[in-house]
């Protein structure tokens, strides 16, 4: 009986100190401080941190032009009633107008204001190529088409103000709650 308890205390010890050991840096990357990602000391340090977020873009990816543009066409075609050749032709006319409003908008030399106009002018213009592709009929039928999708376009950014100001709010709320607290 006596062997059986010693080898039971031995391998009790042994699984014990083998636990103790992988803690502090006997194994396991190193013990405390590093793996298992939680930051602040227990996983990565700061500038493994900082270099992983560097590495990461900011600015969300940017969807093609072609995509956008043929998007606005699936939702114009049943409205207006467009078919295969003036549908194609009119993505192509889209898609140019989306490259040359993201030239204008990143060109830094513009102030706003001029901004506005360019993009005013470019507006215009794609509205007379587009006209060109359609009959009368259909040109009454676009412009109903974009008014309407002027307005989802600004009740869109209409209630992501909204939800901002809501946020920022809230935020004021409970930032006043815990001082006061």
Do not use: H, W
């Not at 042994?14 to 103790?20: E, K, Q, R």
């Not at 039928?141 to 209409?158: H, Q, R």
């Amino acid at each position: 009986m006596k062997p059986i308890q010693t080898l039971f205390i031995l391998g009790l010890s042994l699984f014990c100190f083998s636990t103790a050991s992988a803690q502090y840096g006997n194994g396991y990357n190193n013990g405390y401080g590093n793996g298992y990602n939680r930051g602040g000391g227990m996983g990565m340090d700061r500038s493994m941190m900082a270099g992983q977020q560097q590495g990461t873009p900011s600015k969300p990816k940017e969807v093609p032009v072609e995509e956008t543009a043929a998007k606005i066409v699936e939702s114009m075609r049943p409205e207006v009633k467009l078919d295969d050749l003036q549908a194609i032709a009119i993505t192509n006319v889209l898609a140019d107008s989306l490259r040359e409003q993201g030239i204008l908008l990143k060109n830094e030399s513009s102030s706003q204001e001029q901004k506005i106009e360019q993009i005013k002018a470019l507006r215009e213009s794609t509205d007379k190529k587009i006209g060109a592709f359609l009959n009368p009929d259909q040109v009454d039928k676009y412009k109903t088409f974009m008014e309407s999708f002027k307005e989802v376009k600004k009740g869109k950014s209409k209630k992501k103000k909204d939800k901002d100001k809501e946020d920022s709010k809230e935020l004021k709320e409970e930032t006043d709650t815990k001082i006061k607290e």
